[in-house]
């Protein structure tokens, strides 16, 4: 053989190979090795081809003065043959024949995927297989089943190329099952595999709880938390988010605490008044009413309440009194009004509040002294309590004409004389009814003593004129005794 314009002299009669099973047996993804001796053969280095059932297959040669080791991986089942050469001509035993067999081990195999972990009702699982160290192998060689307590589901192999495989199957009913992968009737790793099927997410069967405050949204106050719960029991397997956003946008701590049976319940604090954003999903889909559109009050402060009218001072009877209450700037609160006096007497009727501005209206019945008391979530604004005094104009105009006409008889009786028994006396006019203090006169020595208790002003004076005949009869009496 000429090479490089030398002629080499080769026998490849003399040429010896060592591989011993090698040169016989293989199996798919593992390497055949083997080495060739040419030191008796002449310094010619030798050619080596690998073919397989449908193609040539990769060969290395490593030399190390007159020996050569070769290795080749095969990645078809079936026979292959190793043409060994030198100087054109095949050596002793070449081609050799190995017989790459099926017996491919299991643990070259890898199974990944959802589907060998959880899976939905009616929905379609998947799961891969990647056998790219394994060979090239056929469908027939996997076998995959998923068996449930309540059922089995049928699994579906589907070979894409290079040694990779897609898998699928479809359960009907909520449970665990065990996916189970074969490779020539031997396990892969990690077969079987633990299943558990849920009930897809469905993000319109989560429910907010009404009692929560963020249903109500009502009442929200600066640094006051926030309370609610959601349920998802009936919602399927999915995660459920929460997040708050303040009216600047700045993200709010969101806690969290799960209550167990699928209800969750979560806190967050506002630190600033507006309106904050709270979305809830599940599964990545908004719940019912989500994003919640939430208003933050700031606290309330009685001291910037202010009520003004007219109706908060004297009043008439019959008389519509007004008066009015600003909360423009007072935060978040409940105005109450309450009368204080006569029962019944008369009710305040409040109208709808306009811009913060609330109007009350009432028409007193009864005449006399009242306590209109205004608070603030609680607590008086200032003026309150205000005292308003109702008076009748007709009770007053009738006392003034009672008054005149008794003037008029007492006046009329002045001066005259009534006779009784022959004897004429000047009687002076009863005062009956009147009340008298003592500013009107001091009590004499004989209505003290009969005053009921001593030093105590009486409620009605008595007629000051006694009878002019018991008079007379009491003066005679004294000067008998006296005598």
Not at 146 to 171: E, F, I, K, M, W
């Amino acid at each position: 053989k000429f090479e490089n314009g030398w002629l080499s002299v080769c026998d490849p009669l003399k040429v010896k190979i060592d591989g011993g099973d090698d040169l016989s047996k293989g199996k798919v993804g593992k390497p055949v090795r083997f080495t060739i001796d040419v030191t008796e053969a002449g310094n010619v280095k030798p050619s080596v081809t690998a073919t397989g059932p449908t193609a040539l297959q990769a060969v290395q040669m490593k030399n190390d003065r007159s020996r050569y080791t070769v290795e080749f991986v095969p990645w078809e089942v079936g026979e292959h043959k190793v043409s060994v050469q030198l100087a054109d001509d095949h050596v002793i035993g070449s081609p050799f024949q190995i017989d790459v067999d099926k017996s491919v081990e299991s643990r070259m195999v890898v199974a990944t995927g959802d589907g060998t972990r959880i899976a939905y009702v009616g929905e379609e699982a998947k799961f891969e297989l990647e056998a790219m160290q394994s060979g090239l192998l056929d469908l027939d060689a996997f076998q995959c089943t998923v068996q449930g307590v309540r059922s089995t589901a049928n699994a579906t192999l589907l070979d894409v190329g290079d040694g990779r495989y897609v898998g699928s199957y479809v359960p009907q009913f909520v449970g665990a099952y065990l996916l189970r992968i074969l490779l020539y009737g031997n396990d892969v790793p990690g077969s079987p595999f633990k299943v558990t099927v849920y009930v897809k997410a469905d993000a319109k069967k989560c429910r907010l709880d009404p009692r929560s405050t963020l249903a109500k949204a009502d009442g929200l106050l600066v640094g006051k938390p926030v309370n609610f719960r959601v349920s998802t029991k009936d919602a399927g397997m999915g995660k459920l988010d929460v997040s708050a956003t303040s009216p600047r946008g700045r993200a709010l701590r969101v806690f969290m605490a799960d209550d167990g049976d699928g209800n969750l319940s979560f806190r967050f604090e506002a630190d600033e008044p507006g309106r904050h954003v709270v979305r809830v999903t599940w599964s990545g889909e908004n719940i019912p009413g989500s994003p919640f559109k939430v208003k933050i009050w700031p606290p309330p402060n009685p001291k910037k309440v202010r009520a003004e009218g007219p109706g908060l001072h004297d009043c008439g009877v019959g008389d519509l009194g007004e008066f009015s209450v600003s909360a423009k700037d007072a935060g978040y609160g409940t105005l109450t009004v309450r009368v204080h006096g006569i029962k019944d007497a008369f009710k305040i009727q409040l109208a709808e509040s306009v811009g913060g501005i609330v109007r009350a209206t009432y028409s007193p019945q009864e005449p006399g002294d009242y306590t209109i008391v205004i608070r603030w979530d609680d607590t008086e604004i200032p003026g309150s309590p205000f005292n308003v005094k109702i008076t009748d104009p007709s009770a007053m105009e009738n006392d003034e004409v009672d008054v005149r006409a008794r003037k008029s008889r007492r006046s009329r009786r002045i001066g005259e004389r009534d006779v009784d028994d022959g004897e004429e006396v000047e009687r002076k006019p009863r005062v009956i009814g009147r009340i008298q203090s003592t500013k009107d006169r001091k009590m004499s020595a004989e209505e003290r003593a009969r005053s009921p208790r001593k030093g105590k002003r009486p409620e009605r004076a008595r007629a000051m004129t006694p009878d002019p005949p018991k008079a007379a009869e009491k003066e005679e009496k004294k000067k008998k005794k006296k005598k």
